[in-house]
């Protein structure tokens, strides 16, 4: 292309203006068409909304190395919620799969005829599901439309099991032990670590994500809708207003808000022929919810606890943590290991878990402070091989400020494909077609199920405009092509735009395209 570009030039200052047209003309090739890119990629790639953006792609055989297409991958770009990839694979390789952590509840005071004359302290370690998210076989349970979205994806689901579950085993377990009644105090020591994402906290106390699920049920047509809430913590209540239309009509709920201590208020509509609608209230303080929903699974397990179950949690009576961890334990929790835990921050997609792991990195080096955790995950991919020059990344989730190149993502998933646990880590990774955030892409083509791969979505508005900005869409990962060549590959645009926010969904479907063109032409 360069020498016919010399040519047409050097005729063109000979013959005059006409053959610079011509000239022009030939320079307008596709700008995305490079060697091994497939045509019919092409067609998906240069749809409208993305005219004003650009597209990157690297594709690499796994087994010999071979680069099969070279789409501006050594350009930085914003990869949203891909970066999930460097957190859990962080961790993955610094633990292991198998790694688990023990939360502990201890005690002060003594114990006399069932009664303990101290606190109980139940120690956050970061356990993101506390034994809510896990299933009988003991794998951890997830919706492809996951609670943490339900604010802002339509669809939104519940698993069936309780979040509590893992505050009930630990107060059966003080039970057990031999308390009957707490004459002093239950603290959550959560001193662990500290952070925030997105204006939330990110704590060692997880309990039900941090949030509080509210089911808007539709009734009959003129009525009132009904509400249920989940976890039925104290003081927690929910007042609706939300009113049942008539068939086909506006299905439109508020976020839900605090309106006074304990209340949380929703509003809107819901049509008669709706499905329930999931909406959720993260509130602030995870500490003192834990130490109240503590409080309450000890009373069902029949330990009572003279101290009051509402206050906020009284952490300033807490010795340091030397000595609270010295401290006999009378119950402990162990978590999901890290590959079960991988596998729900992946497949939904969860950012507060993803951040939890880059803080548990930080805390295992002995720092409070979870912003410590990004040079220490930058460190452990370093040692293992990672060209670290080629991502810029200022959290674990994936939010505004975190750049990679298209080559650095793909390193990662060729560096995990070496491991001895290259099929476990492949499986937390959402499978195009059949579950996850890719449970809805490509689900007819013949790539589904062969495409394992993270996916990433940044969206801002464009008010100048009235239309939605497509910061990016990402999905990288590992494929199994058409004639059983194992791949591993990025795709990512950068600045597309949509009427609306639906389109988001389109971009999630045209990148799952171009990701299926690639898997049937190699």
Known sequence: MRAFTRRTAAIATVLGVALAVTACTAEQTDPYAVDGLPE????????APY???TWYIAVQDIDTGDVLIDLNANRMAAPGSFVKTYSAGAAWLEWGPDHTITTPVKRSGEVTAGALDGDLVLVGMGDITMGGRTKADG???????????????????????????????????????????????VVIDDRLFAGELAGQPVTPIVINQNLIDIMVHPGKAGEPASVDMIPVVSPWVVT?????????????????????DGEILVSGTIAADSDPQLKVYAFADPATFARTAFIEALERAGVSVAA?????????????????????????????SIEQEATYVMKISYNRGAQTLICRLAAERGSTDCDDGIPIAAEIWDAAGLDILGASLVDGSGLEGNYVTP???????????????AARWQATMP????????AAVEADSPAAGKVFAKTGTLIGGDPFNGRMRLTTKTLGGVMEAATGRNLAFTIMVNQGFFPALEGVFEANDDVGAVAAIIQQAY
């Open 431 to 438: 499978v195009l077609g059949v579950d996850g955030s890719l």
């Open 139 to 185: 794998t951890v349970d997830f919706t492809d439309l996951d609670h943490n979205d339900a604010n802002f994806l339509a669809g939104s689901t519940l698993t069936p099991e309780d979040p509590l579950t893992g505050l009930d085993e630990l107060a059966e377990q003080v039970k057990a032990a031999g308390i009957d009644s707490v004459a002093g105090d």
């Open 240 to 260: 609706s207003t939300v009113e049942t239309v008539e068939a086909g009509g506006p299905t439109n709920i508020t976020l839900p808000k605090p309106t006074r």
């Open 407 to 421: 080559a650095n993502a793909l390193q990662i998933q060729t560096l995990m494909a070496t491991r001895p646990d």
């Open 308 to 336: 009051d179950p509402i206050i906020v949690n009284p952490d300033e009576n807490l010795a340091d943590r030397a000595t609270v961890d010295a401290l006999p334990s009378v119950a402990e929790l162990e978590s999901l």
């Open 40 to 47: 019919a990629a092409l067609e998906v790639m240069n749809k």
């Open 51 to 53: 005219a004003e953006g």
